[in-house]
């Protein structure tokens, strides 16, 4: 069974950082390319970041510099970096593989607010 469990969301100031995790499970974790989503309200769902099995990376233009995704073969887990946050950051993150899975987990909400 396939499990996306995102944790790690919450509000945040403008300039501030969080730190996104993702454990799959039920999944070819060790060769998929993993990846984080956004959606914004009354938007539609966008690529945020991946991450390949052997570390190669790509981020979305809007986050380039500011957002690092990495991944921990032992846990299972991909986790996002955010730093920097700006107030067009605020939407529920989820992890899914590139390209995505149709199940998705619940996301986490992520509110950049002052």
């Known amino acids: 069974q396939v499990q996306l469990v995102e944790s790690g969301g919450g509000l945040v100031q403008p300039g501030g950082s969080l730190r996104l995790s993702c454990a799959a499970s039920g999944i070819s974790f060790s060769i998929n390319r993993m990846a984080w989503y956004r959606q914004a309200p009354g938007k539609q769902r966008e690529l945020v970041a991946s991450i390949s099995s052997g570390g190669l990376t790509i981020y979305a233009d809007s986050v380039k510099g500011r957002f690092t995704i990495s991944r921990d073969f032992v846990k299972n887990t991909v986790y996002l970096q955010m730093d920097s946050l700006k107030l067009e950051d605020t939407a529920v993150y989820y992890c899914?593989?590139?390209?995505?899975?149709?199940?998705w987990g619940k996301g986490t909400l992520v509110t950049v607010s002052s």
């Open positions: 899914n593989t590139q390209p995505p899975m149709p199940f």
